[in-house]
């Protein structure tokens, strides 16, 4: 089965930029989708199809993806990004997320 | 509107049965891939199930053959019928829209809570 590859943590200081990888193999080839989790919350997408976003999403959001590794860069970090990050893509029928990414701004 | 509001969850004992209900409103169930995400206390987001519109389904290997998903186009409503409950399947259960094939999971509910315990 397929695999993401998700950093359990990234911390970055406010007003800064803050990566998040998702590894996978050839993941380039697949359509990559991210989402936003805050405690007790339900997941919230914030980039679809690799690079884009829904409405209401800041454009400090953005997303890239090419070999073996999607990127999601959030720019100019606030602390109400503090949460998880889960990026998502489809293997035949099936749904996989990588493991989360705990984004603390400092 | 776009909203998806879960129901069902409860404490059940291993080996029980239970039925998650998902009410959708402001789009129909039945034109669109349907998913069950659920997610353990404190851990990741874990793909359950997905039913598309066609009403093919699949599922997850930890629940293939114990659970089921279904939807009821009269009541615009989506299910998952969880048989041979185990102490594993503790989780918070969510459903999705998916945006098609290949899609996101563009919209979520609120999420109910399963907890299987002795």
């Known amino acids: 089965s397929y695999v993401l590859t998700q950093p359990p943590s990234v911390s970055v200081a406010p007003g800064k930029t803050a990566r998040i990888t998702c590894g996978g193999n050839n993941i380039g080839s697949k359509s990559v989708h991210w989402y936003q989790q805050k405690p007790g919350q339900a997941p919230v997408l914030v980039i679809y199809?690799?690079?884009d976003r829904p409405s209401g999403i800041p454009e400090r959001f953005s997303g890239s993806n090419s070999g073996n590794t999607a990127t999601l860069t959030i720019s100019r970090v606030e602390a109400g990004d503090e949460a998880d990050y889960y990026c998502?893509?489809?293997?035949?029928?099936?749904?996989?997320f990588g493991g989360g990414t705990k984004l603390t701004v400092l | 509107e776009v909203q998806l509001v879960e129901s069902g969850g409860g404490l059940i004992q291993p080996g029980g049965s239970l039925r998650l209900s998902c009410a959708a409103s402001?789009?129909?169930?039945?034109?669109?891939?349907m998913s069950w995400v659920r997610q353990a206390p404190g851990k990741g987001l874990e793909w359950v199930s997905v039913i598309y519109s066609g009403g093919s389904t699949y599922y997850a290997d930890s629940v293939k053959g114990r659970f089921t998903i279904s939807r009821d186009n009269s009541k615009n409503t989506l299910y998952l019928q969880m048989n041979s409950l185990r102490a594993e399947d503790t989780a918070v259960y969510y459903c999705?829209?998916?945006?098609?094939?290949?899609?996101?999971?563009?919209?979520w509910g609120q999420g109910t809570l399963v907890t299987v315990s002795s």
């Open positions: 999705a829209r998916v945006q098609g094939p290949g899609g996101s999971l563009d919209y």
């Open positions: 998502q893509v489809w293997d035949s029928s099936s749904v996989v």
């Open positions: 199809y690799d690079s």
């Open positions: 402001g789009f129909t169930v039945s034109s669109n891939y």
